[in-house]
């Protein structure tokens, strides 16, 4: 009797996880993103780069200080934030929604990877992209502004959550938009709102009590705060609060994408 045979039901005879598959899955996302380095690594530091330099000639010399540092040293760890969510989320997003529309999902969804293992293998290519644009974007900020992250480990500890988040998102948005206008639509109007509204270019204590309310209900404000404290040292809201918020919305998002990678849901005809 070979070990194939011994098999129970549900068991697979590599083990509980597939490793060479999730390996795969893992590097044929990250080769996706960096076979075309210019549009998915380069255009997004050209345009923090650019709102930097448009915000500080436009705003930076007449306003002053904001929570006791520059303006443009404010806003840099926002627009830093900024790119690398939406660059996650890009990356997920249309991963699925190209191979939907091009009919080779298939390829995904016939090897033997549990649904855990594409929600891993998705999210590697979305958080190893994030993570590039904001290592990039941070060295440029030192070598032009001088700018150095005063907490280097708690910035890319949430930056790394930042790009979990919005991975599993566009994992989310993959999975039900069927065309690409369905999925420029949740670009445009939910994911790059959330970019700009949560304390991007400005500090949430100037905004009214019903906005200020309300911004604290948003996960990303946490993470672009996070961003802030680990660049600057100075925050709005309490670090630990916004890692733990961080955390419970990439683990709440990750296990939606689970639940709908599990049903097919929108994937099989």
Not at 122 to 150: D, E, H, K, N, S
Not at 153 to 170: E, H, I, K, M, Y
Not at 197 to 220: D, K, M, Q, R
Not at 226 to 253: E, I, K
């Amino acid at each position: 009797m070979t070990d194939i045979s011994r098999k129970g039901p549900g068991e697979r005879r590599f083990g509980a996880v597939n490793w060479l598959g999730l390996f795969t899955l893992c590097r044929r996302e990250v080769l996706r993103f960096a076979n075309v380095w210019t549009q998915t690594l380069l255009a997004p530091l050209v345009t923090a780069g650019l709102f930097l330099l448009i915000f500080t000639i436009a705003i930076g010399p007449r306003r002053g200080d904001v929570m006791g540092v520059p303006f443009t040293s404010f806003i840099a760890p926002g627009i830093l934030m900024m790119t690398v969510i939406q660059n996650a989320f890009a990356n997920t997003s249309s991963s699925i929604v190209i191979s939907k529309v091009q009919g080779n999902i298939v390829d995904t969804l016939m090897p033997p990877l549990a649904p855990f293992e594409l929600v891993l293998g998705y999210l590697a290519g979305g958080v190893a992209r994030g993570l590039m644009v904001a290592v990039a974007i941070t060295l440029g900020l030192w070598l032009i502004t001088g700018l150095f992250p005063a907490h280097p480990l708690v910035l890319l500890v949430f930056a790394t959550l930042g790009a979990a988040f919005l991975s599993s998102l566009g994992m989310l948005a993959g999975l039900w938009a069927n065309k690409f206008d369905q999925m420029a639509a949740i670009t445009n109007f939910i994911v790059t709102p959330l970019a700009f509204l949560s304390g991007t270019f400005y500090s949430v204590e100037a905004l009214p009590p019903v906005l200020y309310s309300i911004t604290h209900f948003n996960p990303v404000f946490y993470l672009i705060d996070g961003a802030r404290f680990g660049m600057l040292g100075v925050s709005d809201a309490n670090p630990v609060l916004g890692f733990a918020v961080a955390v419970a919305a990439t683990a709440a998002v990750m296990l939606a994408a689970w639940s709908l990678f599990r049903t097919g849901w929108r994937l099989k005809a």
